[in-house]
């Protein structure tokens, strides 16, 4: 028995398998589920834009893992708390102006104040995270800050908890954001769909420029291909690390502003799936690599929706959309089976980093 | 670190602050005033002030530490201003919540907890009392912090001694009471009321706290020349008789653990059965994380494989009526236990194989993702009719041995049906760890190449120890679903794998005594303490982060854990020079 696992080429031969079996029920699926047309066109397409709203979310705070553990080669477990964090200090902000009327009055005025105010809180939340946790960790064992985040990422929960209650707090109507396009086959789309899809994509137009093209950019890139050379090269690599913190952060905050205005509502646990997800996307755009995790976001925000549906309906499965974030999981181990690098990355997942 | 060449009066205003900091969190997160239910000290201290006392104490003491050793009275000056900056920020929040309602924001910023911050005394006196209990606190946790070593420790003991006997006093006094060996007794009476406040108070007598300070001090202080008194009598007994010595200890420790729950009562009897269901599933990640060094963050999975085998195989209530499964051999107990270990160990080599070739941090995730997907599948429609859905399964079937368990009440049943359990357990780890399956799984948790290249064959030895957690959570499973009387997918959420990775690593990675420690602390406290629970989470988070930074072998460490983990690296360390750094660094991509 031991000699028959032994043989490695064994291993790759059952992960195959595996995926296989999984893609094949996959159509077949599929093939059941167009067959029966129990859906209309415009039902696809509504699944498809609340599948780009959702992945849009997913980019963003794809992005903060991405380039975390492009500098720093560990997952931020903590980093869903970052965007939790923002999402909820931006939900005071937002009743603070919708009860004083100032949102009325101003509508995007007031949003981008409710913008700003929760990307400083995520900012904040994550810049105290890398000084307080992980930096004094940098040459532990990998184990170690791992661990670390973990831990963190409890403490800000359960101290989100602690602090403004269990309940579930209802974002403030927002009546500019109400009502909806109609596109010309009768499939309509929410302004705040539109909202969410239009910001992101603008968000990470800045940011790629702002990588590419700018001094600090460069200096981005130069630490997280190799910290000691980057230092040799005159770079300050705890300053960069700290940017790398400040920016990831504030893309969680804004994604936390939007993913509320889209479902309403904020808890101390409303980062935990998004947070998983949006790992989930930047694995599947190539970890470390920062068109990789839009890219990875959208396509499984797409996945999910549309993908639940579309794979699981033909087998006449009750309530399909119950397993929605299943579906998530299977893909991320899919992608590491069959392409470890990602969409676009390089080969890390076996690297040792 | 910088603070060494920072003045006096910076590190005071420093350390102040962050006392302030995390006084005014703990305060608004409702800490204080749950705790403040709880009298250590009947009528003088309660829990919510020790809090308050504890962080003042911790941050001068800090304070203190941090300047240089020569100049005491200055030391001991930024102690005290380090309270007084503390307590500071608790004046600001009661002014502040007296003018505000801050109750829109936080559920906990209430009146009562304005009143016990301000000790019940009326404006501008309490302010400046405030003030003054800092300044003494800091004192206190400055001069502790000058005291020598060999009195800092007994000082500590006492006052841990003094808090933990006040916290358990109802406990403690309820266990006596029912117990009909010491219930009559006039001396344990006498006793009784000398040190425990009975009644609707809770907490120690002031002269009871008094007299077991002093008590646990003194044997602290005495302990090291008990210790060595001891073991140069025993280094004298002539070497049959010493051979029999931890045969001794053991047996009456066996004893003292067989005739327990006679003296716990049901409500510590279940106590303990949970910190045992829990001891268990650490001993199985102890083998995964601490053994071979695989963080493994959905190891719940296997535990409600166990639990969920347990509950298809033996539950009686079939048909497939509403809320019913459809399936269900109704078997007893005992043939339905092997199953759910043999189910849940293939399920760990199943699930073991998609992620043999993975490493740290996405070994984590996935296994996260593994642990999500058996809950998600649990609840969903799609297998409600085979597992339950949201409803669960109920009437698992209970151990019986006939006429020897029928005599016992259930949780009597459960204690030693556990008891055995984790004592095989702890036998298979230890054999385990002490084999050459064993020194692989270390080789491969200090560097997987290495390991490879040395011959170690990574595919058996990751695969078994996936199987060898899987088996014992397995188990925990089983005997949870059978204990609890119900099986629902919401058990089996990630918070319990992170519960049971706490208690391993805030044990002792790798560490078996450890992870028992680990157990009894991070389970059976909180059990105990019911206003705690409710902060569970957050300190667990909290004690997780403060293990890895200062403490990362844990409380209880493995000898060889604690060389690897300090190996080229501490947190006050500076970093090495690239070369020195250490070897399984994570710097060297």
């Known amino acids: 028995m031991r000699r028959f696992f032994e043989r490695y080429d064994l291993v790759d031969v059952i992960m195959w398998l595996i995926a296989a079996a999984i893609l094949t029920a996959a159509l077949i699926g599929s093939v059941k589920t167009l067959q029966s047309a ?264 797409v996945t999910e929706s549309v993908g639940t549906i579309l794979f699981l309906d033909g087998y006449g499965i009750p309530a399909p959309y119950q397993l929605k974030d299943g579906i998530a999981f299977v893909v991320l181990v899919l992608i590491l089976i069959l392409r470890p690098s990602g969409l676009l990355g390089e080969r890390l997942a076996r690297a040792k980093a | 670190m910088t603070t060494q060449r920072s003045s006096p009066f910076d590190t005071a205003l420093r350390q102040g602050a962050v006392a302030g900091g995390v006084a005014v969190l703990l305060s608004l997160m409702g800490m204080v005033e749950a705790f403040s239910e709880r009298d250590i000290v009947l009528g003088a201290i309660s829990m919510g002030m020790l809090l308050i006392v504890g962080i003042m104490v911790i941050f001068g003491s800090s304070a203190a530490r941090a300047l240089p050793e020569n100049r005491a009275g200055v030391r001991l000056g930024a102690s005290a201003l380090a309270g007084v900056v503390g307590e500071m920020f608790l004046v600001g929040l009661v002014i502040l919540g007296q003018q505000t309602n801050l109750r829109g924001v936080f559920p906990n910023a209430s009146p009562v907890l304005w009143e016990l911050l301000r000790f019940g005394l009326s404006a501008p006196v309490a302010y400046l009392a405030m003030l003054g209990f800092g300044a003494g606190c800091g004192v206190l946790g400055g001069g502790l912090a000058l005291l020598s070593q060999r009195f800092r420790g007994p000082v500590i003991v006492g006052v841990m001694a003094v808090v933990m006997i006040g916290l358990l006093e109802d406990l403690i006094g309820i266990t006596i009471a029912s117990n009909p060996l010491f219930a009559t007794s006039p001396a ?41 008194g001891a073991r140069s009598r025993t280094q004298v007994l002539p070497a049959g008789r010493r051979a029999i010595l931890p045969l001794v200890i ?90 759910a270990v043999l189910l849940s160990l293939l399920a760990g080599v199943l699930l073991g194989i998609p992620v043999l070739r993975m490493r740290g941090d996405y070994l984590a995730i996935v296994t996260l993702g593994f642990g999500e997907i058996v809950r998600i599948l649990a609840l969903s429609d799609a ?147 019911r206003e705690f629970s409710e902060y569970r989470y957050f300190v667990f988070g909290a004690l997780l982060v403060a293990m890895m930074l200062t403490r990362p072998e844990g409380l209880w460490p493995s000898s060889k854990r604690k060389q690897e983990l300090h190996e080229g690296f501490g947190p006050e360390a500076d970093p090495p020079p690239e070369g020195v750094a250490a070897p399984s660094g994570a710097g060297s991509a």
């Not at chain 2, 406040?197 to 202080?221: H, I, K, N, P, R």
Request: net charge neutral; hydrophobic share 55%.
């Open chain 1, 38 to 301: 129990k859906y209309s066109n415009n039902a696809w397409v509504d699944l498809t834009v609340s599948g780009l709203t959702q992945g849009s979310i997913y980019a963003l705070i794809a992005l903060g893992y991405t380039m975390v553990y492009g500098v720093l080669r560990m997952i931020n477990f903590a980093h869903s708390e970052v965007f939790m964090g923002g999402a909820f200090i931006g939900y005071f902000a937002s009743t603070w102006m919708s009860a004083s009327g100032f949102m009325n009055e101003n509508p995007i005025l007031g949003l981008i104040i409710v913008f700003l105010v929760a990307a400083l809180t995520s900012v904040a939340i994550a810049v105290l995270l890398e000084r307080i946790a992980y930096r004094p960790l940098r040459r532990a064992p990998r184990l170690v800050p791992l661990i670390t985040a973990i831990g963190a990422s409890l403490f800000l929960q359960y101290m989100f908890r602690g602090l403004f209650g269990s309940q579930v707090r209802s974002y403030p109507p927002m009546p500019r954001l109400e009502g909806a396009i109609t596109l010309p086959g009768g499939a309509e789309i929410d302004y705040a769909q539109i909202l969410v899809i239009v910001a992101a994509a603008l968000m990470m137009l800045v940011l790629y420029l702002f990588v590419q093209r700018t001094r600090a950019g460069r200096a981005l890139r130069a630490v997280s291909e190799d910290k000691d050379v980057a230092a040799l090269m005159g770079i300050d690599v705890d300053a960069t690390i700290v940017r790398t913190f400040v920016i990831g952060g504030a893309f969680a905050g804004m994604a936390g502003v939007l993913y509320a205005l889209v479902y309403r509502q904020v808890t101390y646990y409303m980062g935990f799936v998004p947070g998983i997800k949006a790992f989930t996307a930047a694995v599947l755009g190539g970890i470390g690599n920062i068109p990789g995790a839009m890219l990875g976001g959208l396509t499984l925000g």
């Open chain 2, 188 to 228: 344990v009476e006498t006793a009784n009321q000398f040190f425990l406040a009975q009644g609707v108070e809770s907490g120690l007598t002031e002269a009871g706290a008094v007299v077991v300070f002093l008590v646990a001090s003194t044997l602290a202080y005495l302990w090291p020349s008990l210790r060595s």
């Open chain 2, 250 to 339: 053991y047996g009456v420790f066996v004893a003292f653990l067989l005739i327990l729950p006679n003296f716990l009562g049901p409500y510590l009897t279940d106590v303990s059965n949970l910190v045992m269901i829990f001891t268990l599933m650490a001993l199985g990640l102890n083998i995964v994380v601490g053994f071979a060094g695989l963080l493994d963050l959905g190891y719940v999975a296997f535990f409600a494989i166990g639990a969920y085998t347990m509950g298809v195989l033996t539950t009686t209530a079939v048909g497939g009526e509403a809320g019913q499964i459809v399936w269900g051999p109704g078997f007893s107990f005992w043939v339905a236990l092997p199953f």
């Open chain 2, 383 to 529: 297998l409600k009719s085979n597992v339950g859905g949201s409803q669960g399964i109920v009437e698992p079937a209970v151990p019986s041995l006939g006429r020897l368990t029928a005599a016992l009440p259930s949780q009597h049943v459960y204690y030693y049906l556990l008891l055995a359990c984790v004592a095989l357990v702890i036998f298979i780890a230890i054999r385990l760890r002490d084999s050459r399956q064993g020194r692989s799984w270390m080789a491969v948790r200090e560097d997987e190449d290495v390991a490879q290249a040395v011959g170690v064959r990574l595919v058996s030895t990751k695969l078994l120890a996936f199987a060898a957690g899987a088996a014992m959570a397995g188990l925990a499973g089983a005997v949870f679903a059978s204990k609890v009387g119900s099986i629902y997918p919401h058990s089996f959420d990630l918070l319990k794998s992170i519960n049971v990775l706490a208690i391993v690593i805030v044990g002792g990675m790798g560490s078996i005594p450890g992870v028992i420690l680990g157990a009894l602390v991070l389970f059976g406290l909180p059990e105990i303490l």
